[in-house]
């Protein structure tokens, strides 16, 4: 009911459930009873007979899950019609039924170990299935008080500010409403809903990922030969001698997805920290603003020194870089960082908020999405004018006489 799944589909699934564990779980004592005995005829036999049924009770659950509608992938619109789920699904059905056929072949002791660390796998698949629909359950909770609370203080608003235009005169009823205006732009709940389910959908399937590869590289390390692919060396310092470490393949991949990770968690998780923490705290208009791009920053900085050290390219050795900067700053670099650190300044000092309108001189321009962002003017001859951040710490902007709200 929480997770929307269909009610009669799922109670099927589950009454299913719940008659095979008592097939399921007989079977597994007795196939582990007869797998420690000292005499191997009994899991020759009885044994493998054991497992020929539990593959076929497990071929059962599996037949009525998938009937049940319950998907194992979700793509980006939530749906789980798609031709990965249905591929993991054909996947379950035939797993067990090939395993019940390789051990009458000879190969029991072989379809245990795989049969097993797949329905591991499927355990840890379906575990983090519920965590995303919980999770998602809960945004869905909160969205709705955010929403709840914003009504009832744009009606007390409404109220308040009628009785006293009711006081003041009755001359102008109907403008009333019209009147009211919100000190800053309010957040957009669907984008930010859509952004967090991303990152929580992105962050579950890494996990599952990694799962599965950390349980079956017990068998078989598929992964071990990008170890051995050497693509450069890169030079070291250990105790006053220079050492040659490799950089292998496998090492440049974990660098590409700590940097895919890093852009994943830049791009949703201040969506994720609005909804979950700012929303709950009593701050000044802007002030969340600042921290999720202050966070976001961060996050960036941090992903990209974590990437570079996994190729060989740590802080100590970028002393060059920060130096050519600061000979940079010198000559043409310097309007960038200056107003690289105005915009910081603008960020935490807030003359101008997302929702303000900005007049200098003749030009006039709403303030842009990002902050330090130049601000768009348009002309009176259709061009785009851009003002950068540097010119408005000294002006008049500082004291906030030119917001107009």
């Known amino acids: 009911m929480h997770f929307r799944w269909p009610v009669k589909q799922v109670s099927r699934a589950m009454r299913y459930y719940q008659m095979s564990i008592w097939l399921i779980v007989p079977l597994i004592m007795a196939l582990i009873t007869f797998d420690n005995l000292n005499d191997r005829e009994f899991a020759n036999t009885l044994g493998r007979l054991c497992f020929i049924l539990l593959c076929l009770a497990l071929a059962l659950v599996t037949n009525s899950l998938k009937r049940a509608g319950i998907p194992l992938y979700l793509d980006n619109k939530g749906s789980g019609e798609n031709m990965i789920n249905t591929a993991l699904w054909g996947l379950l059905l035939s797993a067990p039924l090939i395993a019940a056929l390789a051990s009458t072949v000879g190969y029991l002791t072989t379809a245990q170990k795989l049969l097993a660390r797949l329905e591991t796998s499927v355990a840890i698949w379906f575990l983090l299935l519920v965590i995303y629909h919980i999770i998602r359950r809960w945004m869905l909770i909160q969205r709705r008080r955010i929403a709840f609370d ?13 009785a006293k235009g009711e006081e003041e005169s009755t001359h102008t009823p109907n403008s009333i409403e019209g009147a009211i205006e919100v000190d800053e732009t309010e957040i957009d709940l669907d984008a930010i809903s859509a952004q967090s389910l ?4 992105s ?3 890494m996990v599952a990922l990694v799962s599965v590869i950390v349980l ?7 992964f071990g030969f990008l170890e051995n692919i050497k693509l450069w060396d890169v030079n070291s310092t250990v105790n006053g001698i220079d050492i040659a470490q490799p950089i292998t393949l496998g090492a440049l991949l974990i660098a590409i997805l700590v940097l895919i990770v890093t852009m994943q968690l830049v791009r949703n998780l201040p969506a994720l920290l609005e909804l979950a923490v700012l929303q709950h705290l009593d701050l000044t208009p802007g002030t ?4 999720t791009t202050i966070t976001k920053y961060l996050l960036l900085l941090f992903g990209a020194i974590l990437s570079f050290s996994w190729i060989g390219i740590e802080w100590s050795k970028l002393q060059w870089v920060v130096t ?20 910081l300044i603008i960020l935490f000092e807030k003359p ?5 309108t900005v007049t200098i001189r003749n030009l006039t321009a709403p303030s842009p999405r990002s902050i330090p962002a130049p601000l768009p003017f348009q002309t009176g001859t259709a061009k785009r004018l851009s003002c950068l951040t540097r010119p408005l710490l000294p002006s008049s902007l500082s004291t906030g006489r030119c917001r107009t709200r």
């Open 150 to 162: 914003r009504a009832k203080q744009r009606r007390a608003d409404i109220l308040a500010q009628r």
């Open 198 to 201: 991303r990152l929580v959908r």
């Open 203 to 205: 962050i579950l399937t």
């Open 216 to 222: 079956w590289s017990e068998i078989h390390s598929a």
């Open 288 to 291: 969340g603003y600042a921290i």
């Open 324 to 343: 050519a900067l600061s000979v940079g700053l010198g000559f043409g670099m310097q309007e960038i960082f200056s107003n690289f650190i105005s915009g």
């Open 352 to 356: 101008i908020r997302i929702g303000d």
